[in-house]
């Protein structure tokens, strides 16, 4: 996995003087301008080496390659004839590392788009489009008296993980032999009078090229239920934002954010402790959008059912093989991580209904590690729109497809 700064992103090499014109046309984050295809490309007049070099770099972004970024778009060949070079070739002309080689000729791994489809058309522009979503969404069968909960209520998931309502968390295995007793998790989703008046602060906003310039001053504690008054949101609640498991889960989460663009769905990450160098760390290199910090531990609070859902590494961690397998599919991402702040208040995510709809969705890390997974945080983001748009189902296929 690779940063999410624009800047990092197209390096020294040919889209660095595209800039200005990216920004322009609404191309003003990582997500988005990887999901270009070829027609976006001709739109803001792209010579053919560009366009490689978008390929190119979009493609080792998906590996966490992105240091071969700048040699491999100067050699002057495109993808395919890159990947068509022997392991030898890779080795001795760039110079690439054994397993780095291996993660780069996996074709299968971490699929981007097809250049073929995009959320966005030459016909109208990226507002537009979204805001036609979000017309599309208020034709929806439920009702409007009916609530997001009351929506949801009956849906089923059918991917191994425990479902009770809208609330879900992944299943617990036998600690130490059965010794060691995992800690409950909540059975009901949290009442929405239990997050609508927390306060929280904007740390930093949505990162857009140029952004990291901009930012100086943090701005002053609001109330959260301001934040979805208008369009539902999404939470993620990062239980320590140097954990390199936390990192992992904010990359995955904010790769899909055309899909949740094009169904008119925000996106927060929230932490329960502010450290500055830790926020600078986070931001935007793991995690692109705004950052909220939640001082009164509210949203923390709810997924406990009112109190902290904590657990020590002991138990929760070198007990725990599920926490440890989480451990490793993080650490096979190549990110890095650190030890600062407090690790043992457990995290999860919200899915949030427009205005006061509700509480659609609440996932609990009941393992250090555990994901919301993306699909089904995809699908309870449909299902609350009621929209099914085209070109979210073909990002959706593309996902389905790694």
Same mark, same amino acid.
Request: hydrophobic share 35%.
């Given at each position: 996995?690779?940063?999410?700064?624009?800047?990092?992103?197209?390096?020294?090499?040919?889209?660095?003087?595209?800039?200005?014109?990216?920004?322009d046309?609404?191309?003003?984050?990582?997500?988005t301008?990887?999901?270009?295809?070829?027609?976006?490309?001709?739109?803001i007049?792209?010579?053919?080496?560009?366009?490689?070099?978008?390929?190119?770099?979009?493609?080792?972004?998906?590996?966490?390659?992105?240091?071969?970024?700048?040699q491999?778009?100067?050699?002057?060949?495109s993808?395919?004839?890159?990947?068509?070079?022997?392991?030898?070739?890779?080795?001795?002309?760039?110079?690439?590392?054994?397993?780095?080689?291996?993660?780069?000729?996996?074709?299968?791994?971490?699929?981007?788009?097809?250049?073929?489809?995009?959320i966005?058309?030459?016909?109208?522009?990226?507002?537009?489009?979204?805001?036609?979503?979000?017309?599309?969404?208020?034709?929806?069968?439920?009702?409007?008296?009916?609530?997001?909960?009351?929506?949801?209520?009956?849906?089923?998931?059918?991917?191994?993980?425990?479902?009770?309502?809208?609330?879900?968390?992944?299943?617990?295995?036998?600690?130490?032999?059965?010794?060691?007793?995992?800690?409950?998790?909540v059975e009901?989703?949290?009442?929405?009078?239990?997050?609508?008046?927390?306060?929280?602060?904007?740390?930093?906003?949505?990162?857009?090229?140029?952004?990291?310039?901009?930012?100086?001053?943090?701005?002053?504690?609001m109330?959260?239920?301001?934040?979805?008054?208008?369009?539902?949101?999404?939470?993620?609640?990062?239980?320590?934002?140097?954990?390199?498991?936390? =990192? #992992?889960? *904010?990359?995955? /989460?904010?790769?899909?954010?055309?899909?949740?663009?094009?169904?008119?769905?925000? &996106? !927060?990450? %929230?932490?329960?402790?502010?450290?500055?160098?830790?926020?600078n760390?986070?931001?935007?290199?793991?995690?692109?959008?705004?950052?909220?910090?939640?001082?009164?531990?509210?949203?923390?609070?709810?997924?406990?059912?009112?109190?902290?859902?904590?657990e020590?590494?002991?138990?929760?961690?070198?007990?725990?093989?599920?926490?440890?397998?989480?451990?490793? =599919? #993080?650490? *096979?991402?190549? /990110?890095?991580?650190?030890?600062?702040?407090?690790?043992?208040?457990?995290?999860? &995510? !919200?899915? %949030?209904?427009?205005?006061?709809?509700?509480?659609?969705?609440?996932?609990?890390e009941?393992?250090?590690?555990?994901?919301a997974?993306?699909?089904e945080?995809?699908?309870?983001?449909?299902?609350?729109?009621?929209?099914?748009?085209?070109?979210?189902?073909s990002?959706?296929?593309?996902?389905?497809?790694?």
């Amino acid at each position: 996995m690779a940063s999410f700064s624009t800047e990092d992103f197209v390096g020294n090499g040919r889209l660095k003087e595209l800039l200005p014109k990216l920004l322009d046309h609404g191309w003003d984050d990582v997500p988005t301008l990887k999901a270009m295809n070829s027609d976006d490309m001709d739109d803001i007049g792209m010579t053919r080496p560009q366009k490689d070099a978008l390929e190119i770099r979009s493609y080792l972004h998906d590996r966490a390659l992105m240091q071969y970024g700048d040699q491999l778009e100067a050699s002057g060949k495109s993808l395919a004839e890159l990947l068509s070079l022997s392991n030898t070739d890779l080795s001795s002309l760039y110079p690439m590392k054994r397993g780095h080689i291996a993660r780069f000729m996996d074709r299968k791994q971490h699929n981007p788009p097809s250049r073929n489809n995009s959320i966005y058309t030459k016909s109208e522009n990226n507002s537009q489009k979204l805001e036609n979503t979000t017309r599309n969404s208020r034709k929806s069968s439920f009702g409007s008296d009916i609530t997001v909960e009351q929506s949801l209520a009956s849906f089923k998931i059918k991917d191994g993980h425990v479902f009770k309502g809208v609330v879900a968390s992944v299943p617990v295995e036998p600690r130490a032999c059965g010794c060691v007793q995992p800690p409950p998790v909540v059975e009901n989703v949290a009442p929405y009078s239990t997050i609508e008046n927390i306060s929280v602060q904007k740390l930093v906003p949505e990162y857009k090229i140029g952004t990291e310039r901009l930012i100086k001053t943090k701005s002053p504690p609001m109330k959260v239920s301001e934040l979805w008054r208008d369009k539902p949101a999404i939470f993620v609640c990062i239980r320590r934002p140097g954990c390199i498991m936390c =990192r #992992a889960e *904010a990359h995955q /989460l904010y790769s899909k954010k055309p899909i949740f663009d094009a169904l008119g769905v925000q &996106l !927060f990450a %929230v932490l329960h402790e502010h450290i500055e160098s830790e926020v600078n760390d986070f931001w935007p290199k793991y995690w692109g959008g705004v950052v909220l910090y939640d001082e009164g531990q509210g949203f923390f609070k709810a997924l406990g059912g009112g109190k902290l859902l904590k657990e020590n590494f002991v138990s929760g961690f070198l007990f725990n093989p599920r926490a440890i397998a989480n451990y490793k =599919r #993080a650490k *096979a991402t190549g /990110l890095e991580m650190n030890f600062k702040g407090e690790g043992e208040t457990k995290g999860g &995510l !919200f899915v %949030v209904g427009r205005g006061k709809n509700g509480i659609a969705y609440q996932f609990i890390e009941r393992n250090f590690g555990d994901w919301a997974p993306p699909s089904e945080v995809v699908e309870i983001c449909t299902r609350i729109q009621n929209i099914q748009p085209e070109s979210v189902k073909s990002l959706r296929e593309d996902e389905e497809e790694e």
